[in-house]
C-alpha cells in the first residue's frame, strides 16, 4: 500500500524557515517523480514543486520560487520542501502527493499544517 | 498569466445529473493539457478521480466520468448521491514540468 507521511510543520515566525518531510513507502520511491502542494485555509489548492527521480530536474510555481527547495534523499525514500523567508500568506495545510506519467496526483498524504504568526 | 477557471459553486438534485468544467482564461483546453480531477471532503486529503481527461481512477464509481467540451475538460456526476457533495478540483499540465489548479467547485447535493 503507498503511503505518503509529512512531517515537520508548525508555527514559525514571519521571514523563519522551516523544512517539511515526507516519508514515502509501498512503491519504489527512486522511480517516481514527487510533488508538494499546499491549501491555506478556507482556500483552493496550490501546486508549489515537482522533483523528477533522480532529484536532476526541479519545477516550482513563480510564488515560491527562489524561497522554497524541493529535495529528495533516495536512500530515505524521502522528499523535502525547504521553505524560507515565510511569509503570513505561506500559511497553509502542506502535501506530499505522487505524480504518475499524464501528469496526476495518485497518491496523497494527509497533509501537515504550517502557521506563520 | 493564465489561470485555471472553475466554477465557484454549483448544486445538482439528489439523482440527478451535474457538468463542471475547467477551463483557461486564454485558450482552449485539450487532451494535450491532461487534465485530471479531484474531489475533496472537508478536513481530509483530496482523492483522484479522473486522469488523462476522461480514465477513471481505481475504485472510482462509473457515474463520475470526463471529457472535454467544447474548449474546457469537464467532469459529469450522473445519479448524484449525498456524499458527491464535496469539492472538486481540477489540475491542468501547463508544459515545462509545471502544473496549475483551478480553484475549485463547491459542490452541494439537495
Known amino acids: 500500500e503507498v503511503q505518503l507521511v509529512e512531517s515537520g510543520g508548525g508555527l514559525v515566525q514571519p521571514g523563519g524557515s522551516l523544512r517539511l518531510s515526507c516519508a514515502a513507502s509501498g512503491f519504489t520511491f527512486s522511480d517516481c517523480w514527487m510533488t508538494w502542494v499546499r491549501q491555506a485555509p478556507g482556500k483552493g489548492l496550490e501546486w508549489l514543486a515537482t522533483?523528477?527521480?533522480?532529484?536532476?530536474?526541479?519545477f516550482y510555481v513563480d510564488s515560491v520560487k527562489g524561497r522554497f527547495t524541493i529535495s529528495r534523499d533516495n536512500a530515505k525514500n524521502s522528499v523535502y520542501l525547504q521553505m524560507n523567508s515565510l511569509k503570513v500568506e505561506d500559511a497553509a495545510v502542506y502535501y506530499c502527493?505522487?505524480?504518475?506519467?499524464?501528469?496526476?496526483?495518485?497518491?496523497w498524504g494527509r497533509g501537515i499544517l504550517v502557521t506563520v504568526s | 498569466q493564465t489561470v485555471v477557471t472553475q466554477e465557484p459553486s454549483f448544486s445538482v438534485s439528489p439523482g440527478g445529473t451535474v457538468t463542471l468544467t475547467c477551463g483557461l482564461t486564454s485558450g482552449s483546453v485539450s487532451t494535450t493539457f491532461y487534465p485530471s480531477w479531484y474531489q475533496q471532503t472537508p478536513g481530509q486529503a483530496p482523492h483522484t478521480l479522473i486522469y488523462n481527461t476522461n480514465t477513471r481512477s481505481s475504485g472510482v464509481p462509473d457515474r463520475f466520468s470526463g471529457s472535454i467540451i467544447g474548449n474546457k475538460a469537464a467532469l459529469t456526476i450522473t445519479g448524484a448521491q449525498a456524499d458527491d457533495e464535496s469539492d472538486y478540483y481540477c489540475i491542468l499540465y501547463m508544459g515545462g514540468g509545471i502544473s496549475m489548479f483551478g480553484g475549485g467547485t463547491r459542490l452541494t447535493v439537495l
Open positions: 502527493a505522487r505524480p504518475r506519467p499524464g501528469y496526476y496526483l495518485d497518491h
Open positions: 522533483i523528477k527521480e533522480d532529484g536532476s530536474q526541479k
